[in-house]
């Protein structure tokens, strides 16, 4: 059983989409020279790969001579609860950002079915308000990958390969804006 699910996994990233990743990580060297605040966010496995890209990107990037990353989760617990109570749990993400975001910003929704109404209120809000959208997705990347500037698709029907290869490419993004491989 192990054996059978390792050598799915290296299947499932043998596939991957490298000219979006690369294109991820274009599109984020651009925003951390301008300025621009990167909002990452999803639900359950896909909100803790979105904290832990948030630190991978605010510390994990750090180098003399760049910018630092300006990023932001919108996973804060009491604003979090309060919108889910008062508003529905599909506002958590887009009310935040009418908040906080500013043309030119960058949200990166993650949704490994692609299909969670709170990523995608979050992506239209997002567009309304002029950021540049990323989804990182999987299956067939659902209507996420509709509403988007830039889609990454994980193909793979395996939720567990899905979010394991939402990790990896968002460690091999770091490592790439790390190294100046953008």
Same mark, same amino acid.
């Given at each position: 059983?192990?054996?059978?699910?390792?050598?799915?996994?290296?299947?499932?990233?043998? /596939?991957?989409? *490298? /000219?979006?990743?690369?294109?991820?990580?274009?599109?984020?060297?651009?925003? /951390?020279?301008?300025?621009?605040?990167?909002?990452?966010?999803?639900?359950?496995?896909?909100?803790?790969?979105?904290?832990?890209?948030?630190?991978?990107?605010?510390?994990?990037?750090?180098?003399?001579?760049?910018p630092?990353?300006?990023?932001?989760t919108?996973?804060?617990l009491?604003?979090?609860?309060?919108?889910?109570n008062?508003?529905?749990?599909?506002?958590?993400?887009?009310?935040?950002? *009418?908040?906080?975001?500013?043309?030119?910003?960058?949200?990166?929704?993650?949704?490994?079915?692609?299909?969670?109404?709170?990523?995608?209120?979050?992506?239209?809000?997002a /567009?309304?308000?002029?950021?540049?959208?990323?989804?990182?997705?999987?299956?067939?990347?659902?209507?996420?990958?509709?509403?988007?500037?830039?889609?990454?698709?994980?193909?793979?029907?395996d939720?567990?390969?899905?979010?394991?290869?939402?990790?990896?490419?968002l460690?091999?993004?770091? *490592?790439?804006?790390?190294?100046?491989?953008?």
């Open positions: 059983m192990l054996e059978s699910y390792f050598s799915g996994l290296k299947e499932v990233l043998s /596939r991957l989409p *490298r /000219r979006e990743i690369a294109e991820l990580v274009h599109l984020l060297a651009e925003a /951390r020279e301008r300025g621009s605040c990167v909002y990452v966010f999803g639900n359950g496995g896909s909100a803790t790969t979105a904290g832990h890209f948030a630190c991978d990107l605010g510390k994990g990037t750090v180098s003399s001579g760049r630092r990353f300006r990023v932001v919108l996973h804060e009491a604003t979090f609860s309060a919108y889910a008062d508003c529905g749990y599909e506002t958590v993400f887009a009310e935040p950002l *009418r908040s906080l975001a500013q043309p030119g910003d960058v949200a990166i929704g993650i949704s490994a079915s692609g299909n969670s109404e709170n990523v995608l209120l979050a992506m239209e809000v /567009r309304e308000l002029g950021l540049v959208t990323v989804g990182i997705t999987g299956y067939q990347g659902g209507r996420l990958k509709d509403l988007v500037d830039l889609a990454i698709v994980v193909p793979s029907q939720m567990q390969h899905i979010e394991d290869a939402h990790l990896a490419i460690h091999a993004v770091s *490592r790439a804006l790390l190294e100046g491989d953008a």
